[in-house]
């Protein structure tokens, strides 16, 4: 499935910028000059990453309309490579909707609005901005590209349906493009849209051209349709900034277009709503004078203001009632799967959950702490592991939004405890958690170490559920 993705036009596309035609090799020289002092100013160190686990999702909580279910609704979001103009791009598409009342102008700054963001020029935390079409209501989610906050990506990316994958043209396809494209097929995005950023910096219409090719042989790779998949070329920036630059318009134009595709490519899934309530717990906050709420897009299932509900994972099973539901600051009586909602919650006090529990109608879900699970070890060229690893090797295992430590070792029976498991390998193996999460059979989750993701599983047979402490 994950076949080396080394690809002769990536080669060309290489070469292509050595060539010296001048007024090409002059915009790639100041491109890569710009991004190699932009990238060794983020490799200044700043707080470790773990201390940002779990930074709350930014949405508020009050003054809350009536949320209107008119339009089929779709959880959307930009990911993509470092820098490559993902949150640019997010403004860029309030501004243009603004002006046919579908958005409110939502600002750079409004969206990466934490001190250390606005510091590094970078995304840290996943932020969620909402718009609406002729045709749909979308939530949207602005992930971070940085390696280092990739849980944030993850996290994020577990409530989308579809996306946006913003490529820079200066740049081409990236490492976090390569990694952000495997992490969406496993969170289980199956239709992405692209976007070819940045193109007010390239003059030569072949390189654009290079830039989509390799693009679509990267979607085939990673298991998307490279064929059919809208490639839409464009400025953010002079979206935001309303250049248009040319008779078509590399701004306004092509963020009209990007949109259109996206309502006509990327599907509303079919939603599980006569299953159980599911509701994993994306972030938490808490309102003066009215209580906790957890965010996080519904899985399955609907709900009413005044239902019960239980809170599992980690240790916890705490019934309380859902007391007021909000979608993007409107109310609701009623949550249904698909919603990126906000649940407030009677009697819960903000330190008593967080991120990786999940909300779920009362005694419909168990929380394990065990399981057997169908594992692909990514090879090296797909940006795993260089060397193989044995039992008791304790990666970090992400699946909907928990991220927790897990020691994999072989099942009973196993002839060859001491066997290796080589980068590249299919192997079935057992999965402890240190806490226990709130997953089931069949659930996907991703295995990263140092920085890296090493590898992609299913589970499959639940051995062991947690206890309540
Ligand atoms: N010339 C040009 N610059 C752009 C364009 N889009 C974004 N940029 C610039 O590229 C830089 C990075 O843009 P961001 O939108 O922060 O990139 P990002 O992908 O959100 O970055 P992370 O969230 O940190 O991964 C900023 O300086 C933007 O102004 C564009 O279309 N043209
Ligand atoms: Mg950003």
Redesign the pocket.
Same mark, same amino acid.
């Given at each position: 499935m994950f076949a080396a993705s080394r690809l002769p036009v990536q080669a060309c596309l290489k070469s292509a910028a050595r060539v010296p035609r001048v007024p090409l090799a002059r915009t790639v020289a100041t491109a890569a000059t710009r991004s190699t002092l932009l990238n060794a100013a983020r490799r200044a160190p700043i707080a470790s990453p773990s201390s940002l686990r779990y930074l709350p999702v930014k949405r508020a909580y009050s003054d809350a309309k009536v949320y209107s279910r008119s339009k089929p609704h779709l959880n959307i979001g930009t990911i &993509?490579h #470092? *820098? $490559? &103009? %993902? !949150?640019?791009l997010t403004a860029a598409i309030t501004k243009v909707l603004a002006e046919s009342g579908g958005a409110s102008f939502i600002d750079y700054a409004q969206i990466d609005k934490a001190p250390e963001e606005k510091a590094r &020029?970078? !995304?840290i935390n996943a932020a969620h901005v909402e718009y609406e079409t002729t045709n749909r209501h979308y939530s949207h989610i602005d992930c971070? &590209? $940085?390696a280092d906050y990739i849980k944030n990506m993850i996290t994020g990316a577990a409530s989308m349906d579809g996306a946006i994958i #913003?490529v820079s043209a200066t740049d081409g396809q990236m490492p976090q493009t390569r990694e952000h494209l495997l992490l969406a097929r496993q969170v289980g995005i199956k239709r992405l849209v692209v976007f070819i950023? %940045?193109i *007010?910096?390239i003059d030569d219409p072949e390189m654009l051209e290079l830039v989509e090719m390799e693009i679509r042989d990267l979607l085939a790779t990673y298991g998307f349709d490279g064929e059919a998949t809208p490639i839409i070329m464009g400025?953010?920036?002079?979206a935001l900034e309303g250049r248009e630059d040319g008779p078509e318009g590399i701004g306004r134009a092509r963020i009209l277009k990007l949109v259109q595709e996206c309502d006509q490519w990327l599907e509303v899934p079919q939603r599980d709503l006569d299953k159980p309530f599911y509701m994993p717990i994306e972030g938490v906050f808490s309102i003066p004078g009215r209580g906790t709420v957890a965010t996080g897009k519904a899985e399955r299932g609907t709900i009413k203001k005044g239902d019960e509900v239980e809170i599992i994972g980690f240790g916890q099973r705490m019934k309380t009632v859902l007391t007021g539901i909000e979608m993007h600051h409107k109310e609701l009586d009623r949550g249904e799967a698909g919603d990126n909602m906000g649940a407030l919650l009677r009697g819960i006090k903000r330190e008593q959950i967080h991120r990786g529990q999940a909300i779920i109608a009362p005694g419909s879900m168990k929380s394990i702490k065990k399981f057997v699970a169908s594992l692909y070890v990514l090879s090296k060229d797909e940006g795993g592991r260089h060397h193989p690893f044995m039992a008791n090797y304790r990666p970090q295992m992400f699946s909907q939004t928990c991220d927790v430590t897990c020691a994999l070792t072989w099942p009973e029976g196993v002839e060859d405890a001491s066997k290796m498991v080589m980068p590249g390998d299919n192997v079935e193996m057992v999965c402890s958690l240190v806490h226990d999460v709130p997953l089931e059979v069949g659930f996907r989750f991703t295995l990263r170490e140092s920085n890296k993701t090493v590898g992609t599983g299913v589970i499959t047979q639940i051995l062991e559920e947690g206890t309540i402490a």
């Open positions: &993509g #470092v *820098d $490559h &103009g %993902k !949150t640019t &020029g970078i !995304t971070p &590209g $940085h #913003v950023n %940045k *007010d910096q400025s953010a920036l002079a």
